[in-house]
């Protein structure tokens, strides 16, 4: 009983390490992807999951890391959802032209 503990337990540290990994793996794309302090704020707040059974809007409905802002102070536009595959690519974004909207943000930040 004592091996089984000691295995569940070093197993249950990989999957968290794997998991943190994956969640900064797709942190840093969304940041890169948003470019700009600026922008990030105008996102506002998110939340963040990870759809294991995957995502049917998608093609092929890939796992997937779903980073949504419910309520974006960008022009015209209420909701922002982004797609970020487990190692870190960003899939897809929901509007389309999301990263057209960003760059008027992204060049404001590079004009200070």
Known sequence: MKQFLIVLAVLVLIGAAVTGTSYAAGSKAIAEFVGSEQAEEALGHRK?????????????????WVFHYPSTDLVRLLEVTIYVTPKGKILSTDPHNLEQRLLGYRSADSAR
């Open 48 to 64: 963040v999951r990870f759809a294991l059974l995957g995502v049917a809007e998608l093609p092929d409905s890939p796992r997937v």
